[in-house]
């Protein structure tokens, strides 16, 4: 997977298409991920001592990877994803939109 947690995206189908959020958890095994704000679910929760109320909680679902799209941070637009080799030889991402370096 190319995205990775704190990373801002946007939605690109679905329901919620359009939606910008920050990535909250990523699961590359199923290849989904928790976005901010976006798929928001309906969890009936008993009564606990986390909550002491109980009732119906609203929190956000897992959505497939592929549906969202990182966000440039210098351009504020939709972006793919490449790798790029560094003098030190390691790999950086690098916006395919402004070519610049992503902050990891």
């Given at each position: ?7 801002m995206?946007?939605v690109i ?8 959020g ?7 095994d199923?290849?989904?991920?928790i976005?901010e ?6 969890r009936h ?5 986390d ?22 941070p210098?351009?504020s637009q939709?972006?793919r ?5 560094l003098a ?5 991402r690098?916006?395919?939109?402004s070519?610049e370096?992503?902050?990891?």
């Open positions: 997977m190319r995205i990775r947690k704190n990373d995206v946007r189908c679905g329901n919620d298409k359009g939606k910008e920050k990535i909250l958890k990523v699961f590359p199923s290849n989904r991920i976005v704000k976006v798929n928001m679910i309906k929760t008993r009564a606990s001592k909550v002491p109320q109980g009732g119906i909680i609203e929190k956000e679902g897992p959505i497939n990877a592929s549906n969202v799209m990182l966000v440039c210098n351009t939709p972006t994803i490449g790798k790029d080799l030190d030889g390691s790999r950086a690098v916006s395919k939109k070519g370096m992503l902050n990891d």
